[in-house]
């Protein structure tokens, strides 16, 4: 299995704090939020073989991830997606497809920007279990007035994703899709298929809702806090649960 993190976003809902920092090297307590990932990491490589962890920046904050990596010792590599300002950047998907790069492993997808507790050790198991279908991480935000600000998964008996809505204004139910993606090496083909037929590559979760409409997608529910910082409101939230 190998790793790819999403880091290349411009974050420009926490300017003009992210006009100088990428957002995963925001520091929650005196941590940059990408430290937390590497830490999960880290901690499953003690049940499971991955052979390699890939961080997709943009070219802005290039440096700064490589001067990071050095300052961490993290046993990564930095990839850059060549892309300098959010008026030109290529989007979640492409991102995720420069990432995975034609390998034929299975996949373990994160978003640099989501802080949560859940080891991802059971998440993966599932996702094994669930294969060749991909699999994805969820939430339960337990109030569908927050629910609207994300996109909204519903899960038949067997977990299976039978719809997602992407910020909905009448959420069906409060249960979040999160960055947390398995993808196994046989559903990575639809990633080129859908970066063909759709002009909109940016958001992850409209690709998980095309994906469910050609083959499979399963659900896992994620335990623990989960924090997707995407503002200063959830930053400020991050930082009162993961501080320490």
Same mark, same amino acid.
């Given at each position: ?173 409060? /249960?979040?899709?999160?960055? *947390? ?5 046989? $559903? #990575? &083909? ?5 970066? +063909? =037929? ?23 529910? /994620?335990?623990?806090?989960? *924090? ?5 409101? $959830? #930053? &400020? ?5 993961? +501080? =320490?």
């Amino acid at each position: 299995m190998n790793v790819v993190i999403l880091a290349a976003g411009y974050g420009t809902r926490l300017y003009p704090l992210t006009l100088k920092i990428a957002k995963p090297l925001i520091l929650v307590g005196d941590t940059p939020i990408i430290n937390f990932l590497i830490k999960k990491i880290d901690n499953l490589k003690k049940y499971f073989s991955i052979k390699e962890v890939r961080i997709v920046v943009n070219d802005k904050f290039y440096k700064s991830f490589l001067s990071w990596k050095k300052k961490y010792k993290v046993d990564a590599k930095i990839i850059n997606d060549g892309s300098f300002h959010p008026d030109n950047r290529l989007g979640a998907i492409k991102d995720m497809k420069i990432g995975i790069n034609r390998s034929g492993s299975d996949f373990l997808v994160l978003g640099g920007d989501n802080l949560f507790k859940d080891e991802l050790v059971k998440f993966i198991d599932f996702s094994v279990k669930k294969r060749p279908y991909p699999s994805i991480g969820t939430y339960d935000v337990q109030d569908k007035e927050t629910a609207k600000r994300f996109g909204i998964v519903i899960l038949n008996s067997q977990k299976r994703v039978v719809r997602l809505d992407e910020k909905p204004n009448n959420p069906l139910s409060t /249960l979040a899709a999160s960055c *947390v993606y398995f993808f196994p090496k046989e $559903s #990575l &083909k639809f990633i080129n298929l859908f970066i +063909k =037929q759709n002009k909109n590559v940016d958001a992850s979760g409209k690709y998980i809702s095309w994906l469910a409409k050609e083959c499979q997608v399963y659900g896992y529910p /994620l335990k623990g806090a989960w *924090v997707d910082v995407g503002h200063f409101t $959830s #930053l &400020k939230e991050a930082k009162k649960i993961f +501080k =320490q």
